[in-house]
């Protein structure tokens, strides 16, 4: 098989596809989306059968219980999968929009108008329901996608593309809107990463690993975060209630999210009256704690932190702890270690809120709220694509908005270049 | 010389550069602009003295004439450098603007503030004034600029940028701020390529095959345009006179930009009333056409055009001219064969206005005005660091804005992830 020619032909199929949604009205594309989640639902049994075969094979292969969890589609995963997209019909629709026009001393009106990107390639591992997530938020904001999601979910994968492809049919959308690489090669990646004026975006989502090995052989450009290295710091003017909430709230609440916090940064000044209380408290919830030299004085039962587990996305129930000598230091250490994903004060100090807002250079930075929090639907964009902590296009988490691009309109009445 | 670890260096002090920039209030950056603009004008005599080696070794080489002329500095050129920098100075600083601002149910506001990119590569061509004029840009936005000029103009460029240097420390900026390669080696390029998480992005001004190959072995984000094929339509029911004017100026006013009409299209109802006078006014304007078989069969002097001409960026006095039977064989021509830098519709039909505008993919729609018009001082921008056609982060002229990204923030009062 010609892997090459047959990305190829799948991408100018997307790209045919991409044009023909560009002009669709809302009401259509919203009706697919609502005829999409119905007929999700309609045929589960024939998904939850595709899928054990994937589930079978995962088994077989020795893959963790964890990861086999992940790629499970009962029933109810089948529910939210379909509600997903209901709730994106429901969304407002961003193209179109005119962000701004304003008029120029000749007299012609200049604006941006909002418009799809055109081609979006998503690349995924394990989850099966991203298949159904990324095409609705692709489709609603007008492009066509190229879905490429891991092999060890394929059956899966391919029973919801066929379900989603024959609803765009039957709803009069072309179907390139929706495209699936049906080839488990990692050439199959490598040949979509060339097609450079075809392919206008590529989305990766999973594992580090992956990341990077899209991000280097890619052409295209390319919107992602590698990992979430975030922090929070309590400063000397915390309320330490309010701090206490928040530190256990950002490590424990879900420590497998990107948004999790990995370090905590504690402003020497309060260190000996927050971090024995806080610290018992993690115990309580089974955190493994690593400290610097001063934070092991203070709670014997860490152990000590090594430079290089700053740079750690645990995503797990670990957190280190570095006593700062203020907030010189904290920023600092971010700018450092941070992947510039989610970083936080705590402070009821003005001026201290406010330069950490300006200096720290993050995704997202909160003063007094979780990190956790940093997410497309706690920030109300109604839904995410995923986060980026790229500064090009997007940063932070990327909803229907940043699906799209602005071009320049013009309403002129005959003006010329003098 | 190693010149990977000549160029890493460079880019690690424009990183120290970028982040005292990023803190820096527009007062600071703006006097150092405006002092910038005072030392290239006191320093005139010295930049002609150094520029002479350039325009010698130049002429030494056989280099043309044009290329020569566009080499040179004289005091006049100074000058409108200097007055360039002062410009920019008196626009408005983007950076720290929130943008937008919400509140979430659970009591957070959130929003976004606009933040410098941080070190951004410029690569160039011949004019020594984009050394001056990207410099200003960048740092007005609060980024570190690493400059790339063209070997032929060395020794003018490295002039200029000692100047900056000197007014940057001068006035408290960090010298990082503005750094120049100044090894005219090409290989120094494919180093600055792969600097990804030093160098936030990479803006190529020049020709295609420059463009292309950054584009190619860039592992940061590019912003670009490769070439500038742009087309006016006469509709139908287009005012003839208007029509006559927008093409005249498209094409003539000055062929050598990319923004210059490559291809006009004649709605052909319209076509033997509009033709014979606008081609005999081209004509006296020295235009060579090229035109379809049916331009040709009522205007004799016309070339026949090829295929590959409707490609092309003459980028001179040469225009394709194609009878179209409707608006929806010029959509589909501008679809394939566009580069979607600008495109014009010319009509006094409401309906088919709004189709063009909605329905062409190109960095900037007009109706009723020049191609020509597309640039960022004619738009209102103030500025522009270049045009692109690109659809992500910034699509057609490039200003200040442009220059900058987004990160989200957050004022909290202990909100928590349920």
């Keep these: 098989m010609d892997i090459g020619k047959y990305v190829y032909d799948l991408a100018v199929e997307a790209k045919a596809g991409a044009r023909a949604l560009a002009k669709a009205p809302s009401s259509r594309k919203n009706l697919a989306l609502v005829k999409m989640a119905e007929a999700l639902k309609d045929r589960a049994s024939e998904l939850v059968s595709e899928n054990k075969k994937d589930i079978e094979y995962a088994a077989k292969k020795g893959l963790s219980k964890a990861l086999i969890d992940r790629l499970t589609l009962n029933e109810k995963r089948i529910d939210e999968m379909s509600q997903g997209l209901v709730e994106v019909a429901q969304l407002p629709d961003p193209v179109g929009e005119i962000t701004k026009m304003w008029q120029r001393p000749n007299g012609m009106s200049v604006g941006r108008m909002r418009v799809p990107i055109g081609v979006i390639g998503i690349i995924y591992e394990s989850r099966p329901n991203v298949t159904a997530d990324a095409t609705s938020l692709c489709l609603k904001a007008g492009n066509a996608v190229i879905l490429r999601g891991g092999s060890e979910a394929i059956n899966s994968n391919k029973a919801i593309v066929s379900i989603l492809r024959d609803v765009a049919r039957g709803q009069g959308l072309h179907p390139g809107a929706v495209t699936f690489i049906g080839i488990p090669d990692r050439e199959a990646i490598m040949e979509m990463l060339k097609l450079e004026g075809i392919v206008d ?79 018992k408290r993690y115990e309580g919830a089974g955190v493994a704690v690593r400290g610097c030299p001063k934070a092991v004085a203070i709670y014997a039962n860490a152990a000590e932190v090594k430079e290089e587990d700053y740079y750690r996305e645990y995503l797990d129930l670990v957190l280190n702890v570095r006593i700062v000598a203020d907030m010189d230091e904290a920023i600092e250490h971010i700018a450092k270690y941070s992947s510039a994903h989610t970083d936080s004060i705590v402070t009821m100090n003005y001026e201290r809120a406010m330069r950490f807002l300006k200096e720290v250079d993050s995704s997202a930075v909160l003063v007094n709220a979780s990190t956790r929090l940093n997410d497309g639907y706690q920030f109300g964009l109604g839904a995410e694509i995923g986060i980026s902590t790229d500064k090009i296009h997007a940063r932070g988490p990327m909803g229907l908005e940043e699906l799209t691009c602005t071009k320049f309109i013009v309403f002129g009445s005959g003006q010329l270049r003098e």
Tied chains: 1, 2.
């Design 201 to 279: 975006l590529i989305i990766p989502r999973g594992g580090e690993g992956l990341i990077r090995t899209v991000t280097e052989n890619s052409r295209i450009p390319v919107l992602k975060h590698y990992k979430g290295v975030c922090h929070v710091f309590v400063d000397r003017d915390a309320d330490p209630a309010m701090a206490e909430e928040i530190c256990f709230n950002a490590k424990v609440q879900r420590p497998g999210t990107c948004n999790a916090m990995e370090t905590m940064l504690v402003d020497e000044p309060i260190s000996k009256s927050f971090l024995p209380k806080m610290l």
